[in-house]
Structures are given as structure tokens and as C-alpha cells.
């Protein structure tokens, strides 16, 4: 149970960022330490092909390549919508689901 409980916790914080990246598109890492990165210098308009990227680095070892690659796709495709097809939509829909999920325990991973 000790174990569990530090493992949860040394987990959170790339769970927090993991979320916020396939649930809105948005990078929220201020240190560098999230294992899908940006790109800056990269404008607009080569937005999903080279703005962002899988830094194998900062990827913990209990998330594999292949399930880094989904992350770093959703959370592009979400990025894209919003910011490129100016489709935010779904966003009014976002916080009753959320809402719900929370209620229910939260969203294990």
C-alpha cells in the first residue's frame, strides 16, 4: 500500500500534464519535464507536422513508445482543432463530462 501510495504520487504530476495534453491541447510543462515538447520557433503553419514532438528523454518508463506516440497524436489533433480550424466547440461540452468524471472517482489511468 506504501508503495502504491508513492508511486501514485511520483505519477501525478506526468498524469496531470498527460491529461491537460489529450484533453485540451494544451502543453501545460513550465520546466521542460513532459515528454511531448514544442517547438517555438515553429509558426502556424507548420503547426502539425514539426511544432510538436516526443522528447524520449523526459518519456518515464512506464509509458511506452507506442502509447507516447498516442498521447502526442490526440493531443495534436485536439491543439490543431482549436487552433487551426478555430473549432473549440466541443470545449462548451468538456466541463459537464469533466464534471461527471470527477464525481465518479476521477480519471484513472
Given at each position: 500500500a506504501t508503495v502504491e501510495r508513492l508511486l501514485a504520487a511520483a505519477a501525478e504530476p506526468a498524469l496531470r500534464m498527460v491529461r491537460a495534453w489529450v484533453v485540451a491541447g494544451e502543453l501545460e510543462d513550465p520546466r521542460g519535464e513532459f515528454f511531448v515538447a514544442s517547438d517555438p520557433a515553429i509558426g502556424e503553419e507548420d503547426l502539425w507536422r514539426s511544432r510538436y514532438f516526443i522528447n524520449d528523454e523526459m518519456r518515464p518508463p512506464f509509458i511506452s513508445e507506442a502509447i507516447a506516440a498516442d498521447v502526442l497524436r490526440v493531443g495534436k489533433s485536439i491543439n490543431f482543432l482549436r487552433r487551426r480550424c478555430d473549432d473549440a466547440s466541443w470545449e462548451r461540452e468538456r466541463a459537464p463530462?469533466?464534471?461527471?468524471?470527477?464525481?465518479?472517482?476521477?480519471l484513472s489511468y
Open positions: 463530462v469533466a464534471a461527471a468524471a470527477a464525481a465518479a472517482g476521477g
